[in-house]
């Protein structure tokens, strides 16, 4: 019997308060805007707003949580204390942004453990409609504006400085990802929406073509051909664990090294026709080199969240352009460990699902950890994922534990007199 078949047969009517409430907590994270006067009141609102919300969701809470969630909400909430404390102990200027970051992933979270076990297929469904709308605004946007909505003038990386709805065109795949991640979820629980997807799939991938993110590109086509190609494909856990392996030598031996693929013809070959980049990838390797460096001078804590101008002046670019060197730089041993736990318990989750909706979630997180490799995106948006990601796969697993049978008691033998 399938948990949430009510959810599923009624047809639920869009609830514009429900998309409203998503878009305060997601909206103001992954929309990028020019730094005004007027931004920063509308920023400090938003962010009253978000704390407002964390104040009602506490409440309607009280305190009460779901066990088997415990150690993923501790491990979360452990990795966002120990970077705001480290940075607090080691950046001299004082700043209040990660702490919001954490407060909207609370909220996140707490929608998840209040509403999601009640009515999860909706909440599901009106997230993937948010992300609908914004994926077919920015496109809409793109055709009228195709160099950018602005210019950062204030943004002192090696990076353009044009902006377009997401910022740059790295955090446009990377919202690309989630929309399909949360629609394609959806389609594949409720069988419903397929129009929609296969319209996201090719708004998503002909923007990011564009836009001339060649990673993002790969990384989407991937998604969409698994998709696509979900009921063909035998034993996709196995290409994960292939692409695990390769991931873990590819770091090790080449990012952490800053080695160039000069001597790697076959990963030469894929890097320069394939992603169209040099064999230095964009010269990313001095970038790694330079991050190395550091991490080696403080392995443990790492120096805490940093600004772009640190960055510059000690990696020479805005950042290392890797999600795992970027988590030393700024929390060391301890904040990579707790991410890599994360990591692991959703893949163990996707495994243990079994079903094509736990290979689809695998194959969106290995991407997203892929495109990573190359490039530093909002933590806060990684984050959504893991969150959307956690939540689907225990929402899953907790229908398939429902649906199996209980073995009826053993009969007891019954002694003759």
């Given at each position: 019997m ?6 599923e047969?009624?047809k ?8 409203g ?15 005004t ?12 707003v978000?704390?407002?919300i964390w104040?009602?969701l506490?409440?309607?809470?009280g305190l009460r949580?779901?066990?088997?969630n ?7 909430h452990?990795w966002?204390i120990f970077l705001?404390v ?7 200027t004082?700043?209040?942004?990660q ?16 509403y ?7 909440h ?8 609908s709308?914004?994926?077919y ?7 009228l ?6 210019f950062?003038?204030e943004w002192i990386g090696y990076?353009e400085?044009?902006r377009?709805?997401f910022?740059?065109?790295n955090?446009?795949?990377?919202i690309?990802?989630v929309?399909?991640l949360?629609?394609g979820?959806?389609?594949i629980?409720s069988?419903?929406?397929y ?15 564009a836009m001339g993110?060649?990673?993002s590109s790969?990384?989407?086509f991937?998604?969409?051909g698994?998709?696509?190609?979900r009921?063909v494909?035998r ?5 994960i664990?292939?692409f695990?392996l390769f991931?873990?030598l590819?770091?090790v031996?080449?990012v952490?090294q ?5 001597d790697?013809?076959?990963l030469?070959d894929?890097v320069?026709?394939v992603?169209?980049?040099?064999t230095?990838f964009?010269?990313r ?6 991050s190395?460096k ?5 392995p443990?804590?790492?120096?805490g969240?940093?600004?772009t101008?640190w960055?510059?002046?000690?990696v020479h ?6 999600l ?5 730089l700024?929390?060391g041993l ?7 736990g ?9 495994k243990?699902c079994n079903?094509?909706?736990?290979a689809?979630?695998a194959?969106?997180l290995?991407?997203?950890?892929l ?5 530093t995106?909002?933590i ?5 994922i893991i969150?959307i990601?956690?939540y ?5 697993i907790?229908q398939?534990?429902?649906s199996?049978?209980?073995d009826?008691?053993?009969?007891t033998?019954?002694?003759?007199s």
């Amino acid at each position: 019997m399938n948990l949430y078949a009510e959810t599923e047969n009624r047809k639920n009517p869009v609830s514009l308060r429900l998309i409203g409430l998503y878009a305060f907590l997601i909206c103001p994270f992954i929309i990028a805007y020019p730094n005004t006067d007027l931004s920063y009141w509308v920023t400090r609102f938003l962010q009253a707003v978000c704390v407002v919300i964390w104040c009602i969701l506490q409440h309607t809470n009280g305190l009460r949580f779901i066990r088997e969630n415990r150690y993923f909400r501790l491990t979360i909430h452990v990795w966002w204390i120990f970077l705001i404390v480290n940075t607090f102990y080691q950046v001299p200027t004082f700043q209040l942004t990660q702490i919001y970051y954490w407060i909207a992933i609370w909220n996140f979270m707490l929608m998840a453990e209040i509403y999601w076990r009640r009515d999860f297929i909706r909440h599901l469904y009106h997230i993937g409609i948010l992300f609908s709308i914004l994926i077919y605004l920015n496109t809409f946007l793109y055709i009228l504006f195709p160099h950018g909505l602005w210019f950062d003038t204030e943004w002192i990386g090696y990076g353009e400085k044009n902006r377009y709805l997401f910022g740059n065109y790295n955090q446009t795949g990377l919202i690309g990802l989630v929309s399909l991640l949360t629609w394609g979820t959806y389609t594949i629980f409720s069988g419903r929406g397929y129009t929609n997807m296969y319209l996201l799939i090719i708004n998503v991938l002909a923007v990011v073509l564009a836009m001339g993110s060649k990673t993002s590109s790969v990384g989407i086509f991937l998604v969409s051909g698994f998709f696509l190609m979900r009921r063909v494909i035998r034993h996709p856990f196995r290409w994960i664990f292939s692409f695990a392996l390769f991931y873990i030598l590819f770091f090790v031996l080449i990012v952490w090294q800053g080695k160039d693929l000069q001597d790697w013809p076959l990963l030469s070959d894929f890097v320069v026709n394939v992603l169209h980049k040099d064999t230095s990838f964009s010269s990313r390797i001095y970038l790694w080199m330079n991050s190395v460096k550091l991490i080696l001078e403080s392995p443990i804590i790492g120096y805490g969240a940093r600004s772009t101008d640190w960055m510059i002046e000690n990696v020479h670019g805005s950042g290392p352009h890797n999600l795992w060197l970027m988590m030393l730089l700024e929390g060391g041993l301890v904040s990579c460990i707790l991410m890599i736990g994360i990591f692991l318990k959703l893949f163990t989750l996707s495994k243990q699902c079994n079903n094509i909706i736990g290979a689809y979630l695998a194959v969106c997180l290995s991407v997203l950890l892929l495109m990573s490799l190359f490039e530093t995106y909002y933590i806060i948006c990684l984050f959504f994922i893991i969150v959307i990601a956690y939540y689907i796969l225990k929402m899953q697993i907790t229908q398939k534990e429902a649906s199996e049978p209980i073995d009826p008691p053993e009969p007891t033998e019954v002694k003759e007199s």
